[in-house]
Every structure is written in C-alpha cells, then in structure tokens.
C-alpha cells in the first residue's frame, strides 16, 4: 500500500510534518509531491489563464523535496505542479497518472488543505478516488504555551483499529491487512446498529463475537497480535470512540459494504470518521486504478516539474 505515495502539499507547517512521517512509511519507495495552484484568470479579460506559480513557492517544493531524499536515502521523489478549477480532481487525477497506490491529505494547514477541515476536499476525494486515501493526523497537546499539534511521527502501523460489517469489501480490507508488513497489532470492530427487541440484538451480537474471532485468528496466523471488540449504536460514532478509547495509531476502514459501510461515502458517518477522529484514517479502495495517459484534463490546464 505504501509503495508509491502521493501527498499534496501547501508548504504549512503541518504539512512538512507530514511529510516527515511519510519519509518513515514501512515499504515506502516513490513519493509524488504535489503543490496544486487555483485557476486564477487574467483581469483584463480574455478568459487568459495566467500563472500563479512564484519563484519562492518553487524553492519551497525543492526544499521538500530534498528534505524527503535527505531523511530516506533510498526513496524516489518526484515533484508536480498543477493548475486547476477542481482541486481534488487535480490530486485523484496526478496520482492516477503517477501510478499511485496511496494519496495522502492533511488535517490542518493553510490553502488547499484547510478544506479539508471543511469537509469539501478530503470528502470529495474520497468519494472519487479509486485510490486508497489516507487522512493523516497529529495529536492535539497541552503545553505551557497552550494546546498545540504533536509533531512527532507516529508509528502508523502500530495499532491498527480495522471496523469491519462483513462484506465482500471488508473482506477485501482484511485481505490487504494480511498482506502489508509492519503491522504491530489489529483491533477488530463490529458494530451492532439496529436490532428489532433485546433478545435478536443479543444474537447479532454473539454472531458478530463469533465472525470477528474467527478472523483474528486467522490473523493471527501471520504473527499479528488481533484483538476483537463488538459494540452497539452509531457506527460512526462507536468508531471514533473506540480509536479514542484504545489510542490506536489509524483507523483502516473499508470504503464501501452492503451494511453501514456503504454510507460512509454518501453520508456523514464518513464526514464524522474521517473528519472527528483524531487519529489518521485509512479509507480502503478494494479496486485497483488503472495508470492512464499523461493527458491535459479540461479542469488542468498545466503542470511541470521542478528540478
């Protein structure tokens, strides 16, 4: 999953953090970095599109640049810079060209990330992209000054929390979780939304303990340590309270289901994991994008590397 990652930067703090965490990605090998500029038009007229990219922004793309060489010496890093009307079609459409298997987006900064905050690009990517997306997060502190962001990398993999309806995509999720190395240990979630009377609740729930037991241990096949919990109410709500409860290091959730899950990209259950938790989320694609063309879409009218 990690292999070749995609992080869209507006140069804030925040995001050089960031990207200081990615450089430590387990499996990392390539990473886009992307700076994505808004249209901006000529006001004299014409419709003319004119370029907003300053030679100080350019310096600032190089340095992070050679930032993530210098603190990964094996790690390949390529530099992209796009025009766009359509700033999240911007980052779905670089990393589908750049052969992405993972795009990461910030939760705090300046510019295009502090839409995020807002819901309107991180929702908007995850509702379009058919790449695994990671919203990444640093604790918030108490210190002398105040409360502040924790800028110290977490181990990503280290405590996963993996919420699962048992559907063919959750399926899939798992099946990937088998496959990524690193892993320290895996909390599985299943939770109970709904139930006719008491006594059909109670058996929804002990076949829920009984399915995520069954998956532990055939996690627990590979080495993993598994832990299964089952909880009942708001999925959303359960979720970010239990990644609470038990400090996890992500939360790794499948995008899609035939249960609950299949909200998640339509509704605010994913508006309240992906925005409320306070720990990264992992947003699971179970499909594979296809590498297309280097071709000028009609929201992005240039882009170019920056040595």
């Not at 292999?3 to 507006?10: C, G, I, N, Q, S």
Request: glycine residues 8%; contains cysteine.
């Amino acid at each position: 999953m990690f292999e070749k990652v995609l992080f869209a930067t507006d140069f804030s703090d925040y995001a050089k953090k960031t990207l200081d965490c990615i450089a430590g990605f387990p499996g990392i090998a390539e990473v886009i970095l992307l700076h994505v500029l808004e249209e901006a038009r000529n006001p004299r007229g014409g419709g003319e599109i004119i370029e907003t990219f300053t030679p100080d922004e350019r310096n600032l793309l190089r340095e992070e640049r050679h930032r993530l060489e210098s603190l990964n010496k094996s790690l390949k890093v390529i530099t992209r810079v796009k025009t766009s009307s359509d700033i999240p079609g911007a980052i779905i459409e670089t990393a589908e060209e750049n052969g992405a298997t993972l795009i990461v987006v910030g939760a705090r900064g300046n510019s295009i990330v502090e839409g995020i905050l807002l819901g309107s690009v991180s929702v908007a990517i995850v509702r379009r992209s058919k790449i695994t997306v990671l919203v990444m997060r640093h604790r918030i502190i108490e210190g002398l000054e105040g409360r502040a962001h924790d800028m110290s990398c977490p181990m990503i993999l280290s405590r996963i929390l993996c919420p699962i309806d048992f559907s063919l995509c959750s399926d899939r999720a798992i099946t990937l979780l088998r496959t990524t190395k690193g892993i320290g240990q895996i909390i599985l979630l299943h939770v109970v939304s709904h139930g006719e009377s008491k006594a059909e609740l109670e058996t929804m729930i002990g076949e829920a303990k009984g399915k995520l037991e069954a998956i532990g241990e055939d996690l627990s096949l590979s080495s993993v340590n598994v832990k299964t919990v089952v909880k009942k109410g708001n999925p959303g709500s359960e979720i970010v309270r239990i990644a609470g409860e038990e400090d996890v290091s992500v939360i790794w959730i499948s995008s899609l289901g035939k249960g609950w899950f299949r909200e998640l990209l339509l509704g605010s259950t994913a508006y309240d994991v992906a925005m409320n938790a306070k720990q990264p989320v992992i947003i699971v694609r179970t499909t594979r994008a296809k590498k297309i063309p280097q071709a000028p879409s009609a929201s992005s009218h240039y882009r170019y590397d920056v040595a």
